[in-house]
């Protein structure tokens, strides 16, 4: 599967952004959906996944009330709408997805095969 990310942009402290994930090749609904992001000089980080098959998010301490992870299958569209951004935020946000990632691993970024290129999101202070 082939992914596109999109939406970042610069913002103040305390703004929202909504970044999108489309995907194409096939559908999306096998697959175990993240994003991740990587801040200069720092390495990737996992921020949020929805498993396959499942509503259910997990996301990282630092963003967990902030940011919501959505999918919409019949889009096959990935989403993450950030709240409260903090200048900690900014970084460059990537996309994955994998059809075969098990739970425990669902949030180590080397076990993803396919990523979007990645947006850059800036918050200001």
């Known amino acids: 599967v082939q992914l596109q990310a999109s939406g970042g942009g610069l913002v103040q402290t305390g703004g929202s952004l909504r970044l999108t994930c489309v995907a194409s090749?096939?559908?999306?609904?096998?697959?175990?959906m993240g994003w991740f992001r990587q801040a200069p000089g720092k390495e990737r980080e996992f921020v949020a996944v929805?498993?396959?098959?499942?509503?259910?998010?997990t996301y990282a301490g630092s963003v967990k009330g902030r940011f919501t992870i959505s999918r919409d299958n019949a889009k096959n569209t990935l989403y993450l709408q950030m709240n409260n951004l903090k200048p900690e935020d900014t970084a460059v946000y990537y996309c994955?997805?994998?059809?075969?990632?098990?739970?425990?691993?669902?949030?180590?970024?080397?076990?993803?095969?396919?990523w979007g290129q990645g947006t850059l999101v800036t918050v200001s202070s």
């Open positions: 929805l498993r396959r098959y499942s509503n259910s998010p």
């Open positions: 994955a997805a994998d059809r075969n990632i098990i739970l425990s691993s669902s949030f180590d970024p080397a076990q993803y095969d396919s």
């Open positions: 090749g096939e559908t999306v609904r096998p697959y175990t």
